[in-house]
């Protein structure tokens, strides 16, 4: 997905130079400039290849705003799993109701995560976790 991001409409070396990484320049017996020029013309193959012209990537440069979501980096937006088990706010905790709503939805996510898919209402995998996390 991050090759989205990859929309130089003039598709040369400078734009593709910061995305280098010098190591693998390097062990390819390449500068790091070279190797922006050799992936530049790469990609140009690639999407003449495609039936895909220059205009086609400006106007997607143009007209779509790109953000890039990462787990544990500031190479992009943070995006942690984490962060939904924080502490509920004070107004959530005094709600019985939306305290076990928020508590429903974060155990069925974390088990959707994990590949099991958990019925709240029939399913037994979820009582253990609902039971900690309600009152831990």
């Known amino acids: 997905m991050v090759n989205l991001l990859f929309t130089f409409p003039e598709i040369c070396s400078e734009d593709f130079l910061p995305s280098i990484n010098p190591v693998e320049a390097k062990n390819k017996n390449l500068l790091s400039g070279e190797y922006a020029n050799k992936q530049a013309k790469h990609w140009e193959s690639g999407l003449a290849n495609r039936v895909q012209d220059k205009s086609l990537i400006k106007s997607i440069r143009d007209n779509i705003d790109f953000t890039i979501y990462t787990p544990c ?3 992009g937006v943070s995006a942690s799993i984490l962060d939904s088990f924080s502490a509920p706010k004070v107004k959530c905790l005094k709600d019985r ?15 959707e995560s994990l590949g099991i898919k958990a019925d709240l209402l029939q399913n037994s995998e979820n009582i253990l ?5 309600a009152y831990a």
């Open 129 to 133: 976790p609902l039971n900690i996390i």
């Open 97 to 111: 109701d939306l305290f076990f709503d928020r508590i429903q939805s974060t155990v069925y996510s974390l088990l």
């Open 73 to 75: 980096s500031s190479a």
